[in-house]
């Protein structure tokens, strides 16, 4: 049975960093596209970044240039380093691990940017 859980929200200064990790149970993490979802109060899930198992990227516009996204295949683990963070990221963000079309979802975690 796979599962994603997610680690490293909290709440950080407009500025600040953090670094989400996530911990994917099962043996499909190096054949998965892993990404990063977010959803904020009353808005839709968005997506804020991918890697594909080639290492090949992909973010949201409003991320770029600020967020980082990494694997460890090693370690079944996906990254999203965030930097320059601001009140616009606070979010719950997710862990998903794309399987030849098939989804898996972490359960979240908050992420809040706040002074």
């Known amino acids: 049975q796979v599962q994603l859980v997610e680690s490293g929200g909290g709440l950080v200064q407009p500025g600040g960093s953090l670094r989400l990790s996530c911990v994917l149970s099962?043996?499909?993490?190096?054949?998965?596209?892993m990404g990063w979802y977010r959803q904020a109060p009353g808005k839709e899930r968005e997506l804020v970044a991918a890697i594909t198992s080639g290492d090949s990227t992909n973010y949201a516009d409003s991320v770029k240039g600020r967020f980082t996204i990494s694997r460890d295949n090693a370690k079944n683990t996906v990254y999203l380093q965030m930097n320059s963070l601001k009140p616009d990221d606070t979010a719950v963000y997710y862990c998903?691990?794309?399987?030849?079309?098939?989804?898996?979802w972490g359960k979240g975690t908050l992420v809040t940017v706040s002074s």
């Open positions: 099962g043996s499909i993490f190096s054949i998965s596209t």
């Open positions: 998903n691990a794309d399987w030849w079309g098939t989804n898996y």
